[in-house]
DNA sequence: TTTTTGAGTTTTGCATACTAGAATACCCTT
DNA sequence: AAGGGTATTCTAGTATGCAAAACTCAAAAA
């Protein structure tokens, strides 16, 4: 039996192919599918009720992002959540996002930017409150995108999430459900270095930030071991 | 008539897809193929002599990484060098080998790194003399890569690569002849600044050397107009 | 002269059929 | 019962066929 019960195309790009794309991947970051678990092209056409091209070129895009494993000739898995991978990641966004942070510190008017920071802020604290997880997730998001949008950088916000999706993967993993406070704080250290234009304390909240769930994972790893790939 | 002349499949990977892939993606960064050059899938086919599936999942690869268009329908173009790629990977780029030359500098014991980069010095002193461009760049590849590899994130250069590919493509346009000693000179300071553990040296001499050709580009995009989109 | 419209061509998107290789199951041998 | 070898059955890779959208261009109407 299949570890698929029943799946719908969920978002409405253009093309199946994107249909097919989006569905996978969200079950993938959800762990609906999990990492190790077999694909087959067949079966998720039969699922989806469409032909084995678009679920081929979908598989082909995830395979390019790192979240399936296709060998040749043999079978497709969800690509284990490797500790190079994980590495990887997180350099790249802290990469990504320190330069971000060191732009907008040099930004010669950020007062928007700053607008935006609060703005988002105070979203996360209602939904802090509230407990609402996945508001506060798009927040949190938002957030993030706020620094590079107004650095003039609007393109780089895409291959930041790209990175981002592979860290929050494992994060999903290892999430307690009460970290919402810690980060809204660590949000609010870094607007505050941000807009006080002090960049040693900005790229070290961020850094922080970014940094915050790296010691989780070993114990996620001992935890679900069949997960990991270390 | 076609903008394509003679065409074979140049690499040996393992699938077909992928020889493709490589075939194209050379003809697009020698330029052999053209900025706004118009492709067909059938007419790849023919000439490489393979089926429009391996051609049409190295165009959508290729669409992925940047360097196609694909109009629905319509039909596939060579991307233009857009102002903003060339923004976007300028940053990504810095953000990358920044962030590696800072850990490079952390290295406890970087002596293997600056044999490495020595030695590609002395390479680089060969082929500058000789004038071979081919082999100079070869070795300025490693150079680079060097660094990444010694940081412990292997990983991470083929993701430096990636974004490498749009400044090289952009650069091979504005390829002034004689810059080889130039480069030398620039590589020449990153790896002592960094061998002496000298952190703002080397950052500095390192954005100098990725920020070499960026004066170039508005010449070049009022040279071949046809090429860019600004 | 300008615009429109419509037939025909070309394009990609999608579906399906076929092939070759890998994994598995099964049978035969010992 | 265990081991080895073969046949079957999966898989992804490739080829091809079909459909629908978009572009071309010429002819007709305003």
Known sequence: MSVIEKIKLRVSGQSLT????????????????????????????KELGVSRTPVREAFLRLENLGFLDIIPQSGTVVAPMRATEFRKSQFMREA?????????????????????????????????ELCDESAFFESDEEFHKA????????????????????????????????????????????????????????????????RRANHLIEGAAKKYPEYFEL
Chains 1, 2 share one sequence.
Do not use: Y
């Open 147 to 210: 620094i590079a949008l107004h650095c003039g950088l609007p393109d780089v916000w895409p291959e930041v999430q790209r990175v981002k999706m592979h860290m929050d993967r494992f994060r999903f993993v290892v999430r307690s459900q009460h970290e919402m406070p810690a980060v809204l704080e660590q949000h609010r250290n870094i607007a505050s270095a941000i807009c006080s234009r002090n960049e040693a304390e900005a790229l070290s909240a961020m850094t922080v930030h970014l």
């Open 18 to 45: 994107d249909r097919v794309h989006d569905t996978v991947l969200s079950m993938i970051l959800r762990l609906e599918i999990k990492p190790r678990d077999r694909l087959s092209e067949v079966q998720f056409a």
């Open 96 to 128: 990504f996002e320190l330069a971000l942070v060191r732009r907008a510190i040099e930004l010669e008017d950020n007062s928007e930017l700053c607008r935006a920071l609060q703005r988002q802020l105070k979203l996360q604290e209602v939904h802090s």
